[in-house]
C-alpha cells in the first residue's frame, strides 16, 4: 500500500519496498511482506551459492540452474509490480581468476535472461569491485542491446571520504584530489561505468544510504543522475528517547529530497532496535506511542519512512499544473515567423500573476507620468505591441482605473487570428472610445502620434531568445524621448547543470541538429552545479547611436570545493527584468516571480558531456549573433576541456526575423 497520501502526488515514490534473502517459496515472500505494508519486494532470482562451473547436469545432460521459483507460481502482474531482481553479489567480471570471470558472465546473463523471461521491470546489479569495472561494464552494455523495457540499477554507496589507502581504489576509477589527500568517492565509480555502457537510458542507480552522509553539494549531483531507488538499513537509524527508529535531520532532508525527484525508498537489513512486538510505530511525530501489534518486523521503519512521506506539504497548484512538463523537451516559440494557436493564447493567459505584475508596473508608470492635480486633464498614450489576444490590453485598462488616469490605448497585433479575438474583445468590453486595433507588424506601422508608455510581452526564456530587442528597437521610434517602456530592461542568464535524462533525449534523435538546439524545459531532475551568471542585458528604449544587439560573454563558473567531480551535460538558461522601476518579472531561481508558468528555463544542450575535477572551474562561451533574416546562439566550453563551438552559423537552430 502506499505510503500516504500527498495532494498532487502520483509518482512512484509513494511506494516502499524491502529487501529480501534468497527463498524458494516466492508467494510466501511475497504475501507475508505486502501484507506487512510493503508495496514490492527486492529479492534474489537465484541461490545464492550457485555456481555456473560446478553445476551438475541432470540425466538429460542439461543444467537446471536454481531459480527462487517458477515462473507460473506468480501471476505476470506480480512479478512485473511486485518484485524487483536481486543479482547474485558475489559476481565478479573483472577478477583476476579466470574461472571466477567465466562464472560471473555465464551468472549473469543467465539471471538478467530469467528477470526478462519474468517481465520484470528492474533488476539490481551488484556495485562495481574496488579493482575495476570495465568487463563488468561491457557485459551489461552488451545485456542492455537486448533487454527491451527492463531497467538495470546498478547499486553504489551513497559515499564520499578522505583517505583511501592507494592501493584502494585502482587507476580505472578517478579520485578527487583534497587537501586532506585522495578521496574515494562512489561517483566515480558510477560515472566511469555509465561512460562504458555509452550512457544508455535503461541503465539507472540505486543507492544504499548509510548512517553518515557526504555534504549537501555532493549529494546534490546525484539528483541530476538516474536515481531509481534509494536503499535504506536499518543501521542508519538512530533511536528516540521511546526506543523507536527515527532519522537525522539530515537524513529526513535527504528522504524527502528523493520523495520529490520521484525516486522509490527501499528498507534492508533487520529488527536493530528493541520494540515490543506488542507495539507498532504510528505515523505521527518522532516520540512514538503503544499502538496495534506488529505485522512485519521492520514495520517501525516503514511507518516511520511513511511519515515523512505525508508530513511533506501538498505540491502547490502550479507543480500539479506542471508536472506533464518535467524533463520534456520544447522548441521555443518563433512568435515572429509564427502565428501562435488559440491554445497557446489560453494557456499564457491564465498566467494571472504576470498580468498582475505588468498592471503594477502600469500603475507606477501612470503615476509617475501624470500628477494627481492633472488626472482628470491629460490622457496618456499606452501602446501594446504584441497585443495578442488582449490580456496586456485589459491589465493597462485596469491599472488607469485603479490609479484614476484617462487612457488612449493602441494595440498593435500581426496575427490576423488574433486581431479578430481582439476586435471581439473590445466590442464586449465597450472599449470603443478607448482602444485602437492595429493590425500590422510593430516594426512596419507607422504610429499617427508618439506613445508615453510601451508595453510588450515578447520575453522568452533566456530574455531575448524571442527577439524582444529587435522588436523594440523597430517599435521605439514611436515612443516620445522621455517615453517608458515596460519592460525597461531584462538579463539572461546560465548555469552548468547535470541533466541525465535530457542528454540521453537528445542523444535519442542520433543527429548533430538537435544537440545544436536550445529546448524550453521544465527542469526536475537536474543538478544545478553552480550559482547562475549573467549573460546578456539589453535595455529599453536604447539609446545607443548605432544599435547592435550582437553579444559575447565568457564566464567561468566556480564549483563548491565539497561536490566532488561533476559531469556537465548542458547549461540551464533564465532570465530576470525589470518592468518598471522596483517590479520584476521573471524565472532565475534566486528570485523568481512566485506561481508564475508562463516560462519554463532554456536547455542548452552539450554533444558530448564535460567531465569536471574537483576544484575545477569551467569556463563557457555564449555568443548571440544576428543576420539579416535570423538571431542565434553559438556556444562552447574551453576549460576543463574544450568542446566544440555549438551551432556555428546557425546551422542547427537559429529564430527567423
Not at 249 to 272: A, E, R
Not at 528 to 546: D, G, K, M, Q, Y
Request: charged share 20%.
Amino acid at each position: 500500500m502506499p505510503l500516504g497520501q500527498r495532494a498532487g502526488d502520483k509518482s512512484e515514490s509513494r511506494y516502499c519496498g524491502i529487501e529480501t534473502e534468497f527463498n524458494d517459496d516466492m508467494p510466501q515472500v511475497l504475501h507475508q511482506n505486502i501484507s506487512g505494508g510493503f508495496d514490492f519486494v527486492v529479492a534474489p532470482l537465484i541461490d545464492p551459492s550457485y555456481r555456473p562451473s560446478s553445476a551438475k547436469n541432470d540425466g538429460n545432460g542439461t543444467s537446471v540452474p536454481p531459480f527462487a521459483a517458477s515462473d507460473l507460481i506468480l501471476s505476470p502482474s506480480q512479478w512485473s509490480s511486485h518484485v524487483v531482481g536481486k543479482i547474485s553479489s558475489w559476481i565478479d567480471l573483472d577478477s583476476e581468476n579466470a574461472e571466477l570471470r567465466r562464472d560471473s558472465e555465464d551468472a549473469l546473463k543467465t539471471e538478467i535472461a530469467w528477470a526478462s523471461h519474468l517481465s520484470l521491470q528492474a533488476c539490481i546489479l551488484p556495485p562495481p569491485r574496488a579493482t575495476g569495472c570495465s568487463n563488468y561494464a561491457r557485459t551489461v552494455n552488451q545485456l542492455l542491446q537486448n533487454v527491451s523495457n527492463m531497467q538495470l540499477w546498478i547499486r553504489l554507496p551513497l559515499e564520499q571520504h578522505e583517505a583511501v589507502e592507494d592501493d584502494a581504489i585502482d587507476t580505472n576509477f578517478k579520485t578527487s584530489v583534497s587537501s586532506g589527500g585522495r578521496m574515494f568517492d562512489s561517483w566515480e565509480w558510477w560515472n566511469t561505468f555509465r561512460l562504458l555502457c555509452e550512457h544508455h537510458n535503461q541503465l539507472c542507480v540505486a543507492l544504499d544510504i548509510l548512517s553518515s552522509l557526504p555534504s549537501i553539494n555532493s549529494i546534490g549531483r546525484w539528483f541530476g543522475e538516474p536515481v531509481r531507488a534509494a536503499i535504506i538499513h536499518t543501521n542508519a537509524f538512530l533511536t528516540n528517547a521511546r526506543g523507536y527508529p527515527c532519522l537525522s535531520k539530515g537524513h529526513q532532508y535527504l528522504i524527502k529530497s528523493f520523495f520529490n525527484h520521484t525516486i522509490q525508498i527501499i528498507l534492508s537489513g533487520n529488527l536493530v532496535h528493541d520494540i515490543s512486538q506488542e507495539r507498532i510505530l504510528p505515523a505521527g511525530d518522532d516520540n512514538h506511542f503503544e499502538g496495534l501489534p506488529i505485522r512485519h518486523a521492520l514495520r517501525p521503519y516503514l511507518d516511520y519512512v511513511a511519515y515523512l512521506y505525508q508530513s511533506m506539504d501538498p505540491l502547490p497548484e502550479q507543480e500539479r499544473f506542471e508536472i506533464g512538463y518535467r524533463d520534456f523537451l520544447q522548441s521555443p516559440l518563433q512568435p515572429l515567423m509564427d502565428n501562435l494557436e488559440a491554445q497557446t493564447y489560453e494557456t499564457f493567459e491564465k498566467d494571472t500573476v504576470k498580468y498582475t505584475q505588468y498592471q503594477r508596473a502600469v500603475c507606477k508608470a501612470l503615476l509617475d507620468r501624470i500628477p494627481d492635480e492633472k488626472a482628470t486633464t491629460s490622457t496618456t498614450v499606452l501602446m501594446v505591441v504584441g497585443a495578442g489576444r488582449g490580456p496586456l490590453v485589459r491589465a493597462s485598462l485596469q491599472a488607469a482605473e485603479e490609479t484614476g488616469r484617462k487612457l488612449k490605448v493602441y494595440a498593435v497585433e500581426k496575427n490576423p487570428n488574433a486581431v479578430v479575438t481582439l476586435h471581439s474583445l473590445v466590442k464586449l468590453e465597450g472599449w470603443e472610445n478607448i482602444v485602437t486595433i492595429i493590425s500590422s507588424d510593430m516594426r512596419c506601422w507607422n504610429a499617427p502620434e508618439k506613445a508615453d508608455i510601451l508595453v510588450s510581452e515578447l520575453l522568452g526564456s533566456f530574455d531575448d531568445n524571442e527577439l524582444s530587442p529587435e522588436c523594440l528597437d523597430g517599435a521605439q521610434r514611436f515612443l516620445k524621448p522621455d517615453g517608458i517602456s515596460i519592460p525597461s530592461s531584462y538579463t539572461s542568464y546560465l548555469q552548468p547543470i547535470t541533466t541525465t535524462k535530457l542528454y540521453n533525449d537528445v542523444k535519442a534523435h542520433k543527429d548533430l541538429a538537435h544537440f545544436e538546439t536550445a529546448y524550453v524545459v521544465k527542469l526536475h531532475r537536474v543538478a544545478r552545479l553552480a550559482p547562475p551568471l549573467e549573460v546578456f542585458t539589453f535595455t529599453h528604449p536604447n539609446c545607443s547611436a548605432s544599435i547592435n544587439n550582437e553579444r559575447y560573454e565568457k564566464l567561468r563558473f566556480e564549483i563548491p570545493a565539497d561536490t566532488g567531480s561533476t559531469l556537465v551535460h548542458g547549461f540551464a538558461g533564465y532570465f530576470d527584468s525589470v518592468l518598471y522601476k522596483d517590479v520584476h518579472l521573471g524565472i532565475l531561481p534566486s528570485k523568481a516571480t512566485p506561481n508564475m508558468f508562463s516560462w519554463f528555463p532554456i536547455f542548452f544542450p552539450l554533444r558530448k558531456p564535460i567531465y569536471v575535477p574537483a576544484g575545477s572551474p569551467i569556463e563557457v562561451h555564449m555568443w548571440r549573433c544576428c543576420a539579416a533574416t535570423k538571431v542565434w546562439y553559438e556556444w562552447c566550453v574551453s576549460s576543463p576541456l574544450v568542446s566544440p563551438v555549438h551551432n556555428t552559423n546557425g546551422r542547427s537552430y537559429w529564430v527567423g526575423l
